[in-house]
């Protein structure tokens, strides 16, 4: 599958952003979701998970409560909303689809998703 995210930017402490991952090739409705994040000079990290069928999700710590993951697969994309941003949520946002379908997962393990997007830079500045 090919993942193409969109919607980062630049916003102020406190904003909102909208991310978005389209996906195309493979049947995407069968597979979980994932972002993850990775600033500079750190490992990439977990950010949020979604199962095949949206009824699984899971967040990393840092991110509960103010981020929100989804999906439509109806139009065969994966949302991330994150509100009260925070300087520490600076980062680039990669999208990733789990390598195996219809497993009713949301894990948080790197190594689970096969295909990764892009990235899309998300700067929040203090």
């Known amino acids: 599958v090919q993942l193409q995210a969109s919607g980062g930017g630049l916003v102020q402490a406190g904003g909102s952003l909208s991310l978005s991952c389209a996906a195309s090739g493979r049947t995407f409705n069968a597979y979980g979701m994932g972002w993850f994040r990775q600033a500079p000079g750190k490992e990439r990290e977990f950010v949020a998970s979604?199962?095949?069928?949206?009824?699984?999700?899971n967040y990393a710590d840092s991110v509960k409560g103010r981020f929100t993951i989804s999906r439509d697969n109806a139009k065969n994309t994966v949302y991330l909303q994150m509100n009260s941003l925070k300087p520490e949520d600076t980062a680039v946002y990669y999208c990733?689809?789990?390598?195996?379908?219809?497993?009713?997962?949301?894990?948080?393990?790197?190594?689970?998703?096969?295909?990764w997007g892009q990235g899309t830079q998300v700067t929040v500045s203090s």
């Open positions: 990733a689809a789990d390598r195996r379908p219809w497993i009713a997962r949301a894990t948080t393990e790197k190594t689970v998703f096969g295909s």
């Open positions: 979604i199962s095949w069928n949206g009824a699984i999700t």
